[in-house]
Nanobody, 121 residues
């Protein structure tokens, strides 16, 4: 009923920037919190950034000061601006959204398919 489509990943040199986008579509009544996670090979998926419906944000210590999350509620889209990228930022980045389903009022968590971010040294 709901899907998240991520885009913006790619290959970038250390010190460069990327902007990830995550657009939600489907039977959406409203979207509560959204989050960005990443997973490197052999590691657990970790929370990178979270953003509330009102735009309040929180970041993992490893990315604080370099990454910025924002959202456009009219477009049901969340962004992750990544600056000063480091090789250790490499991984698959996933978008997550807490969504209220139209009609049923069910509250569910939905994951995007993931987008690869590779930072070369």
């Amino acid at each position: 009923q709901v899907q998240l489509v991520e885009s913006g990943g790619g290959l970038v040199q250390a010190g460069g920037s990327l902007r990830l986008s995550c657009a939600a579509s489907g039977r959406i009544l409203s979207i509560n919190a959204m989050g960005w996670y990443r997973q490197a090979p052999g590691k657990q998926r970790e929370l990178v950034a979270a953003i509330t419906s009102g735009g309040s944000t929180n970041y993992a210590d490893a990315v604080k000061g370099r990454f910025t999350s924002s959202r456009d509620n009219a477009k049901n889209t969340v962004y992750l601006q990544m600056n000063s990228l480091k090789p250790e930022d490499t991984g698959v980045y996933y978008c997550n959204a807490n969504i209220v389903i139209r009609g049923t009022y069910s509250v569910i968590d939905v994951w995007g398919q993931g987008t690869q971010v590779t930072v070369s040294s």
